[in-house]
């Protein structure tokens, strides 16, 4: 795939600062001994909402969605930031928040205790980010700008920008 300098600039950045943002995300669980994904996942309306009550109420249930999620975010953000195996981390990540987003979605007549860091109505950061790294998998950077430029044996007429 070719890009122009400023398309493969564009890109690196944004994988990076999505990158950034997850791993940051994930940091912040882990340092944090109280942090527990209960809260959110008893705010929960609409379709998973049955399946969040399930989770909370089993705590072998709950220790694995509190270390997918920790652990989910911190790996996914380290690849994406590193650029190594950069598409399978933005499938990954993108799965990830998409569950963010069906969880508490912001769709009219749904009402959370947690207040929203904004005003929305469909779309919020979790969907948007989601679409960002979908594109991240579309548009991969990372076999030319990021580790897995050293781990992929690529044709290198695919490796070019203009």
């Known amino acids: ?3 122009s300098r400023l398309r493969l600039i564009s890109l690196t950045v944004l994988r990076v600062l999505v990158g950034w943002h997850l791993l940051y995300e994930g940091i912040s669980k882990l340092i944090n001994p ?5 809260a959110y996942l008893l705010d929960s309306k609409w379709l998973l909402s049955g399946v969040a ?4 109420a089993n705590p072998t249930l709950l220790s694995i969605s509190d270390n997918v999620n920790m652990w989910g ?3 996914v953000g380290a690849l994406l930031l590193l650029g190594l195996f950069a598409r399978y981390a933005a499938v990954a990540g993108a799965v990830l928040v998409l569950l963010y987003y069906f969880f508490a979605p912001p769709f009219f007549g749904l009402e959370y205790s947690k207040p929203a860091e904004g005003s929305y109505l469909i779309v919020n950061k979790n969907l948007i980010e989601a679409c960002v790294l979908w594109v991240l998998y579309t548009f991969p950077t990372s ?4 580790l897995d430029r050293f781990f992929q044996v690529t044709n290198k007429s695919e490796d070019n920008y203009e």
């Open 1 to 3: 795939m070719t890009y």
């Open 34 to 38: 109280y942090w527990s994904s209960a």
């Open 53 to 56: 009550e399930t989770i909370v």
């Open 73 to 75: 975010l911190t790996l």
């Open 143 to 146: 076999h030319i700008i990021g």
